[in-house]
Each structure stands twice: as structure tokens, then as C-alpha cells.
């Protein structure tokens, strides 16, 4: 059954930015939220987004056709015969879970409904209707009208079918949709974080200052260094999403103390002034590293840890890479893909592992876990690999056994 219709559940940051979207895509969207101020608020950035859109070259005509298909409803009776639901409410669990019942109940059989969570269980929340097989996660990055990527993530329950359907939805919004199998953040958010939780616990343990980390890490293979995407995001959502994945994966996501620090000093990033940097009260605008913090980090030098290198940061995200093949959360000809498209980063994480030579990734892995523990516990898939003296992870057999002797 084809998809016409969609309908978004929530106007904030991202169902307004996902109206966009799909909007853009050709779809009629039905946009709805609690109450009419929230709807006003969404439609206000929505022409905003469009206003941008045509800045950058989008047609006026075209800019306009893609607005007129949003439209905004505040009663669900008025989406009952959608044939997709895109949830992008309060990242709850029992406020998701009672959109889901009440849309369940609402929509016609064939609808999917879709939650765009970024840590909730799909599966749980699948089990608050009578078709499991029709919820999936629909996962966009911020903002979804102009980030490429899309993790497309079946619950437990969810029918293959479905999953295919909502691959082909994404596809057609001009979008990588990679499936991905539920894990706590998924996979894009899950290696970010392991790479984000190092950079800190780089500069906790005196190794490198504010700046050098950053633009090592520019220099090598991001557009933007750890510690001014972690001021953008705000100290105290990377500290909530930090104990998040450190509850659900253990030790290795254990967050440095110092993130803490920062939100007890209310140095959360741009939104305070001072986060790793400070910002211009009136322009916003960055202008000099956040010196105190080097102070704080200054006596917990760990004697043993060896100097900085910007692959320091990396071999953590390669690792948990091989951990997130290992238990099959995304094809591996898919993960280098989803993380570039999402991060903006030049080389995947796998093609990294390549180019430092797999042998070489372990052996430093083995040397942190030395000495830092489990944070650096070397992923089991990592060693077969390297035992099998492949030098390449997602290349033809020839290629991957090429210079082994
Ligand atoms: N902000 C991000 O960067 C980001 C990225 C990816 C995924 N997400 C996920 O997207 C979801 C939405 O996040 P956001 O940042 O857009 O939040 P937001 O707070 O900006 O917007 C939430 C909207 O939902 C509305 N709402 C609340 N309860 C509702 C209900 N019962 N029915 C209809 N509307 C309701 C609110 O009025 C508000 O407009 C969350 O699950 C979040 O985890 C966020």
C-alpha cells in the first residue's frame, strides 16, 4: 500500500523540521500538536525553514507548492486515514506510549506508526497497541529537512514488511535510511558517544587543552571538534545522554567526572555564555577557551596514559564500531555511510580503522585497556579480524586478504 499522506505528532524542534521533510517530499502532511500556540510556534519555523531553503537556490514556486502541503490539525479524528504516523513528542516513555495507544485506536489498520526517539524502546513502545508489527522507529537528526541520514529501527515485533516500507518512505525523501537494530541510541549516537565521553576524559586527565583537542580532531576528520559540538548541544543533555548509555552499556560509557563539574557550574555550553569556550553576550559568537576548566582537570593527570594523539579519540569509536557489528546492528557496508551522512565526518569509522591498519587499532586498544580498563576492553569481533589478518572490513575477500601473508 502507498504512502500519501503522513501525519507528524508534534510541532517542536524536530516535527517541524520533519514536516519539511516530507512535505519536500511530495507527501500531504498533517501536522498536529496539544495546543494551537504550539502549532502557530512550528509553522513559524517551518516558513522560516523554507525562507532558508529559498536563500540557498529553492524556487519560490517550489517553496511555496512544498508549504501548502503542510497543514495543521489539533484533533486526531482528523488523521484517521494516514497512511504513516511520524511521533515527535516529549521524549517520555508514558507520554509516547499514550499517543500510541490513542493513534492505535484511531487509525485505520494498515497505518504505520512510526516514533522518531532517539532512546526510548521501540519495542516498548510498540506494546502499548494491538499492531506491533506496524510500529518502527524513525530516527532523523537535527535538522531533519537538511541531515541526510535516517535510522530506520524495527522494534522486536515490527514485520519485515514494514521495515521495507519505512527504508522505501525515507529513500524517497531523498534520504540514506539505513536499518538499524535496536540498541540503546541506536548506532550513530552510540559511537558518537563513546568518541564524545573520550574527549573529555582526554582533557580530564590533563593530556591535551580545549583547543588542541578540537582541532586535532578538525584537522582530522570532522567538521566540528568534541568540545564546541558538546557547547552547542548544552553540558547537561550530553550529561543526561551519558548516563543514559553508561546505565545501558556499562563501564565503558562510565561519563568523566568533569561533565558533571560543568553542569554544577552551569557551564552548559552556548545557551549559558561559557561552556569549554566562552561567547559573546551580544553576537553569540565564540571567542576564547574556558581556562578554569584546565585548572579542574590539571591534578587528575593519569601518570601512566600515554600522549595525546587524535587517534586516542577515534580507536574507542572504532572499537565500539566493531562491538555494533559484532551483535549485527547495521550492515557493514552501511555504518561508515550512516556516520558520515549524520556527522559530517570525512572518513567512517571503519575506513579509519583501515587506514591505522586493524593490528594497529588493536594492539593501542590493548595498551588503553592496560591502562584506563574497561573503557578500552577490546571488542571480540576486533581480534578475530585481526587473527584472520584481514586488512579490510567491508572490501571483497581479495582485497580484505590482500598483504597478508
Ligand atoms: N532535538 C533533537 O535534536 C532530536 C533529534 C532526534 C530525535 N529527537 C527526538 O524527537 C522527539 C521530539 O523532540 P523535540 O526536540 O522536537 O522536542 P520539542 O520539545 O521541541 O517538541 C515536542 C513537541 O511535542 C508537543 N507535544 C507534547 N505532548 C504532545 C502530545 N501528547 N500530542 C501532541 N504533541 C505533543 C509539544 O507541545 C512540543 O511542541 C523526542 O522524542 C526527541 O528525543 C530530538
Redesign the pocket.
Known amino acids: 500500500m502507498p504512502i500519501h499522506k503522513v501525519a507528524i505528532?508534534?510541532?517542536?524542534?524536530?516535527?517541524a523540521s520533519i514536516a519539511v521533510a516530507v512535505a519536500s517530499g511530495g507527501y500531504d502532511v498533517f501536522l498536529?500538536?496539544?495546543s494551537t500556540e504550539?502549532l502557530e510556534a512550528?509553522l513559524k519555523k517551518i516558513d522560516k525553514m523554507f525562507q532558508s531553503l529559498v536563500r540557498k537556490g529553492l524556487a519560490e514556486e517550489e517553496s511555496q507548492r512544498r508549504r501548502e502541503r503542510i497543514c495543521t490539525v489539533t484533533e486526531y479524528s482528523r488523521i484517521a486515514d494516514v497512511d504513516l504516523v511520524i511521533e515527535?513528542?516529549?521524549?517520555k516513555i508514558d507520554?509516547k506510549t499514550a499517543?500510541f495507544r490513542e493513534l492505535d485506536q484511531l487509525c485505520k489498520p494498515e497505518t504505520l506508526l512510526a516514533t522518531?526517539?532517539?532512546?526510548l524502546s521501540i519495542t516498548e513502545i510498540a506494546a502499548s497497541t494491538n499492531r506491533p508489527d506496524k510500529v518502527i522507529g524513525l530516527?532523523?537528526?537535527?535538522p531533519a529537512h537538511l541531515m541526510k541520514l535516517v535510522e530506520v529501527v524495527p522494534g522486536l515485533e515490527t514485520s519485515e514488511q514494514t521495515c521495507e516500507r519505512t527504508l522505501e518512505f525515507g529513500r524517497s525523501l531523498d534520504k540514506l535510511a539505513v536499518r538499524v537494530d535496536e540498541c540503546a541510541s541506536f548506532l550513530v549516537n552510540r559511537l558518537l558517544g563513546r568518541y564524545m565521553g573520550e574527549s573529555l576524559w582526554t582533557l580530564q586527565d590533563g593530556l591535551a587543552t580545549i583547543e588542541e583537542i578540537d582541532k586535532a580532531v578538525c584537522e582530522y576528520v570532522m567538521p566540528i571538534g568534541p568540545l564546541a559540538l558538546r557547547d552547542m548541544n548544552g553540558a547537561d543533555i550530553g550529561l543526561a545522554v551519558a548516563k543514559f548509555n553508561f546505565q545501558e552499556y556499562g563501564e565503558r560509557f562510565r561519563p568523566a567526572p568533569l561533565l558533571e563539574q560543568m553542569v554544577e557550574h552551569n557551564w552548559l555550553g552556548q545557551k549559558t555564555g561559557k561552556g569549554f569556550y566562552t561567547y559573546d553576550q551580544d553576537t553569540g559568537k565564540r571567542t576564547v577557551p574556558n581556562e578554569v576548566i584546565h585548572e579542574l582537570c590539571s591534578g587528575a593527570s593519569n601518570a601512566k596514559a600515554s600522549p595525546f594523539t587524535v587517534q586516542r579519540l577515534f580507536i574507542p569509536m572504532i572499537n565500539e564500531a566493531f562491538l555494533a557489528l559484532q551483535e549485527r546492528v547495521c550492515a557493514p557496508e552501511d555504518l561508515d555511510p550512516a556516520l558520515m551522512a549524520a556527522l559530517g565526518m570525512r572518513r567512517g569509522p571503519l575506513a579509519l580503522a583501515e587506514e591505522i591498519g586493524l593490528a594497529a587499532c588493536l594492539k593501542e586498544t590493548e595498551k588503553m585497556f592496560e591502562i584506563h580498563g574497561e573503557r578500552f576492553r577490546p571488542a571480540p569481533l576486533l581480534k578475530r579480524y585481526v587473527r584472520a589478518r584481514r586488512q579490510s572490513i567491508t572490501g571483497n575477500k581479495e582485497r580484505q586478504l590482500a598483504g597478508s601473508v
Not at 515527535?88 to 521524549?91: F, N, P, S, Y
Not at 530516527?139 to 537535527?142: E, I, L, R, T, V
Request: aromatic share 8%; no cysteine; hydrophobic share 45%.
Open positions: 505528532i508534534g510541532a517542536g524542534t524536530m516535527g498536529q500538536d496539544i504550539a512550528g515527535a513528542v516529549l521524549e507520554v499517543v522518531n526517539t532517539s532512546s530516527h532523523f537528526f537535527n
